[in-house]
């Protein structure tokens, strides 16, 4: 159980696009959703935190009408890029939090991440 | 600022020796604490989770956790070469609003030499 999953695995784009992102619970009912953002041999920086029904909370710098987050059901979170610029270029991954078939409320899985490049 | 800390190693360890990670903590009321492996190029994914004070075993994993001290660790026994990743050490920490996230450290890589 707990998987997550995540569409597409890799895209590139040109600049001034927009690039969307889904992330899905599999097997469980996903109650919260993260964002993070990984830059090669960094640490996970935290984008924002989604409920579903509710609006995306984003972390301090983290431009929202940039990085569109829509949580519209238990098991779908989607990240739109708009307008990209190559500095948005990094490997993006969500993970999800759910008590549904007997998991941890504390505990998050993550998705197998997307690599964006922007051109 | 919450903050967690690990030593960034890199670790060596041969083959078949007992690998030691450790993290400290800075938020008192953190009640859940997690590692997570993340091979390079890919996702974090959760190996281990604990919530009260003493040791967790599972398979050649245990991690052990002191309150008291705010210091979590993780063993690998009999480490394998296929062990050889960064290890990322997590704690979850209230956000407001009845919210829960995850604060990570910036990870241990962790190199298993044959």
């Known amino acids: 159980g707990a998987v997550v999953s995540q569409h597409p695995s890799r895209v590139i784009c040109k600049s001034g696009t927009s690039v969307k992102i889904e992330c899905r619970s599999l097997d469980f009912q996903a109650t919260t959703m993260f964002w993070y953002r990984q830059f090669p041999k960094q640490s996970l920086m935290l984008m924002a935190t989604?409920?579903?029904?509710?609006?995306?909370?984003?972390e301090q710098g983290v431009e929202k009408d940039k990085f569109l987050i829509n949580h519209a059901s238990l098991t779908l979170s989607t990240l739109t890029v708009t307008s990209a610029h190559p500095e948005d270029s990094s490997f993006y991954i969500c993970s999800a939090r759910g008590s549904s078939g007997g998991l941890s409320p504390y505990e998050q899985y993550f998705g197998p991440g997307t690599r964006l490049t922007v051109t | 600022q919450k903050e967690v800390e690990q030593n960034s190693g890199p670790l060596s360890v041969p083959e078949g020796a007992i690998a030691s990670l450790n993290c400290t903590y800075s938020d008192r009321g953190s009640q859940s604490f997690f590692w997570y492996r993340q091979y390079s190029g890919k996702s974090p994914e959760l190996i281990m989770s604990?919530?009260?004070?003493g040791d967790k075993e599972d398979g050649r994993f245990t991690a052990q956790l002191n309150k008291a001290s705010q210091y979590v660790s993780l063993l690998i026994r009999d480490s394998q070469p296929s062990d050889s990743a960064t290890y990322l050490c997590a704690v979850n920490s209230y956000s407001g609003a009845g919210s829960y996230q995850l604060t990570f450290g910036k990870g241990t890589k962790l190199s298993v030499i044959p």
């Open positions: 989604s409920n579903e029904g509710s609006k995306a909370t984003y």
């Open positions: 604990i919530y009260s004070n």
